[in-house]
């Protein structure tokens, strides 16, 4: 059970809460202790893929902090929160209400590497303090700006919806939630806008975003609604990909407990390959894997400089560096 357990994470739910249920459910299932954790926060009002590394699989997580994720979201114009989404109070409200056609001029604005104020209602430590602890305490959060790359954003065609309606983007055919079934998240992207919807007042719209690390959605969203003059806030917000792990790889919570009641987890859990997927194979001979296991550095290896993962056989050994011949271990693994 050393790998990767990939939740679609439900509506309300916390990453801790995640990593819980998971160990959870290996206790249940019998299978013993071993170490769990998150391979980066989602938002408890965020749905989607939180990957959930497991046994040695852990040493491994911080990659996926620094892997790119997608995300759909849903804008609602008219109102911004002190969260940025739906959860906070109103901070500021305004009448003006873009069109298709301006919310696509103002998109290459948001599109390649820009700087970004993370959101008072954030996990950044302010002096040692978690910023959301102080925004709470009614104390002013002043987060400098930081540089993302916004690799690709683009409008989810059919999720707009108009000045007074109430289009799927508020939840329609979706439940209360607004968050849609995956499939249709693809279905969506088909169709154009006609010319007179370009020229119509939206209430919300959604896009789809594929966004380096430390990109906050929120924030993203409030620095688009400032671009059209206007104000907003985040009403959904689905992650769709988590560096190479995507909800086709997801499972719900209810399926998890299913497999641990049935002790059929195994047949959940990804390799720890799966977080390693661009990365390439180097094979070992026994002698090379045990000075690896000691810490030790190979030389004279004919290999290109760069990461590798390091296998004795099918059996993990190392995630490795090779730099001008010499192979040395990143990321050692106890099995």
Known sequence: MHGWII???????????????????LREGGYGKFKVGHGGTLDPLATGVLPIAVGEATKLAGRMLDSDKIYDFTLRFGVQTDTLDG?????????????????????????????Q?????????????RAYDLARAGEEVVLASRKVTIHSLQILPELVSGRGTVGEADGGGAGATGVLAPPLHHALRARSPSPSELGEDLECITFTAHVSKGTYIRSLARDIAHALGTVGHVTMLRRTK???????????????????????LEDCILPLRAGLDDIPALSLTPDQAGLLRKGQVLAGTAVDDGQYFALLEAIPVALVEAQSGLVRVVRGFNL
């Open 87 to 115: 959860e906070g109070r109103e901070v500021a409200h305004s009448d003006i209400r873009p069109t298709l056609a301006e919310i696509e001029a103002v998109l290459p604005r948001f599109t390649g590497p820009i700087e």
């Open 7 to 25: 939740l679609d994470k439900p509506l309300g739910l916390g990453s801790t809460q995640g990593v819980s249920a998971v160990k959870r459910a």
């Open 242 to 264: 988590a560096g190479p792990f995507t909800l086709e790889q997801a499972i719900s919570l209810d399926k998890l407990g299913e497999a641990a009641k049935g002790r059929t």
């Open 117 to 129: 104020v993370p959101p008072a209602y954030s996990a950044l430590k302010v002096d040692g303090e």
